[in-house]
């Protein structure tokens, strides 16, 4: 790999950055002071040391993102503002893709990085992931209606949804607000569902996946890395 990819990816910043701090012969590779941007290291081999600190080289990107409204969770769109728009350059050369889709309107937990496998294993139906959604409802739901959604709905024509778990707001005087957890994730499944049982979604917020919560702290088109402790939960590696 190139030693200013290792650099970037490393979070040494863009490629033009870690070009300067080669110049100022702040980097050496096993002992020897760096010339090249464009040499080449390997990064499990290579003692590679920016101003004499060891550089742990990572593979993947996992971020987390509070995704706000109005954004498109994909990596390019030619009319709308992409969630990949809104990560920093150094994060976007590192080339991270959302895992999954939030809906244009839909704001919440969305999970970003280049690791295709991790990708693969959170969204595989097989893998029943849970995801829990703040949903704000147009009408109250009845007792008949959380049976319903829980026991499973048929959207799309002919698929039945795998049971689910609804929990209402205590807090609300009518029951318009629920969270909704489900181990799937079909297109619009959450709409979809609200409309099978007459209803209609007008709020939506993904709070969970997995055992990653969205953390709070971040406001709306924020977000950060995950924790060693998320990654673990996330990769069943408790
Ligand atoms: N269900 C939906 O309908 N939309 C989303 O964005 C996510 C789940």
Redesign the pocket.
């Known amino acids: 790999m190139r030693l200013d990819k290792l650099l970037a990816n490393s979070g040494f910043g863009s490629r033009k950055d870690v070009k300067k701090l080669v110049k100022a012969r702040a980097v050496t590779v096993n002992g020897e002071v760096a010339k090249q941007v464009k040499d080449h290291v390997d990064p499990s081999n290579d003692e590679v040391l920016v101003h004499g600190e060891r550089v742990e080289y990572k593979e993947f990107i996992y971020l987390m993102m509070n995704k706000p409204d109005g954004v498109i969770s994909a990596t390019e769109d030619l009319r709308d503002e992409t969630v990949v728009d809104l990560l920093e350059p150094e994060d976007i050369a590192r080339e991270p893709f959302p895992v999954g889709?939030?809906?244009k309107d839909?704001v919440g937990l969305l999970l970003l990085t280049n690791d295709g496998q991790l990708a693969h294993q959170l969204l595989s139906p097989k893998k029943h992931v849970p995801k829990t959604?703040e949903v704000h409802l147009k009408y109250p739901l009845g007792d008949q209606d959380i049976k319903r959604l829980e026991e499973g709905v048929v959207i799309l024509d002919d698929y039945h949804t795998k049971p689910a778990k609804v929990e209402v707001d205590a807090n609300e005087e009518e029951d318009t607000r629920i969270r909704l957890t489900i181990t799937e994730?079909k297109y619009?499944?959450?709409?979809?569902m609200a409309q099978a049982v007459g209803n209609e979604?007008i709020f939506?917020k993904?709070l969970s996946m997995g055992a990653v919560s969205l953390d709070e702290d971040l406001a709306p088109g924020e977000y950060r890395e995950l924790t060693d402790e998320e990654l673990d939960s996330l990769m069943n590696r408790e």
């Open positions: 889709r939030l809906d839909t959604y994730g619009h499944q959450v709409k979809l979604v939506l993904r």
